[in-house]
């Protein structure tokens, strides 16, 4: 291996944010994909349905130039296709917006090495030139390869880079309905409860009252906290789900220790879901009640 060192001809790097995906695994969610302490990426659920999406905005609007994807060893979508939206004046002019109803339009696909040569020993890394102005950015996986390595049939990307040059004069738009709309092809309703277990359904009414109660109070950071929060639950319960179809399958072959297995993961994420807090804490009604609390101390006779 040739040891020297070369000047980098990437343009800038350009900060992002994901806003949601189609399904994710527990120990790989999406936000691994911009989290400094992951290094091992984002991974679909496991016998997820396909094709799976991926929702990404920039911090700004952008001159994109270039994106760099690296691919998992053997979670191998086996084919790729970019989207991409650039809002404009009319659009942010919109009463009703959510994330179904972007406009993409498709910049281009890729098709994935099969990775069968180097026994899925090996990371693909793709290199993509872009020219396009953009916020948003769409990602559609296919199908997976199919090989012995993928038991569980995901797709998966290690980590996604996106180079080019901040817009001046331009700041995100703020649409009226952006901070509850979600990224779901049922258009007809915030989610879809057939299938999802009692707790999980509850919680997210919890966190959608509570979401829609911060952007009543004009507290738009934490609506965006609790609208991630409200898609991470959403994707616990599509989980759950998908374990209690494969326990089916498994108690039709009497593998009762499967059975067991996935009883237990059940249980976990239910636990897990039931524990979220999804109360809305005023930072200024708090420091009122602290302040109220102060007093009563001070004033106490017994002090």
Aim: hydrophobic share 25%.
């Amino acid at each position: 291996m040739q040891n020297y060192y070369e000047k980098s001809t990437d343009p800038p790097l350009l900060n992002y944010s994901v806003i949601g995906s189609s399904s994710e695994d527990d120990e790989h969610p999406l936000y691994s994909l911009i989290s400094p302490d992951k290094n091992d990426g984002w991974c679909s659920s496991p016998f997820c349905k396909y094709p799976q999406e991926i929702l990404i905005q920039l911090n700004n609007p952008s001159k994109l130039s270039q994106m760099n994807i690296t691919l998992h060893e053997y979670k191998i979508p086996s084919k790729i296709d970019f989207y991409y939206y650039y809002p404009n004046q009319k659009n942010k002019e919109e009463e009703k917006f959510d994330y179904n109803n972007i406009p993409f339009i498709k910049i281009g696909y890729i098709i994935p090495n099969t990775n069968e040569k180097s026994n899925f020993k090996l990371r693909e890394f793709k290199k993509i030139k872009i020219n396009q102005n953009t916020l948003y950015i769409k990602l559609i996986l296919h199908k997976n390869f199919i090989n012995l390595e993928n038991r569980y049939n995901q797709v998966s990307i290690i980590s996604i880079k996106f180079f080019g040059y901040e817009l001046e004069n331009s700041n995100p738009p703020e649409y009226k309905n952006l901070m509850s709309g979600e990224m779901n092809k049922n258009k007809n309703s915030d989610f879809n409860e057939d299938g999802l277990d009692e707790v999980c359904v509850s919680k997210l009414k919890e966190i959608k009252s509570t979401l829609d109660l911060c952007v009543k109070k004009e507290k738009y950071d934490s609506a965006k906290i609790f609208r991630e929060l409200y898609q991470r639950v959403k994707l616990l319960g599509e989980k759950m789900k998908n374990l209690s179809e494969c326990k089916l399958k498994c108690i039709e072959t009497n593998d009762f220790d499967s059975c067991k297995k996935i009883q237990n993961d059940i249980d976990r994420i239910k636990n897990l879901i039931g524990e979220i807090n999804a109360n809305f804490i005023d930072d200024e009604d708090e420091k009122n009640n602290n302040d109220e609390k102060k007093e009563d101390i001070e004033e106490d006779p017994f002090k």
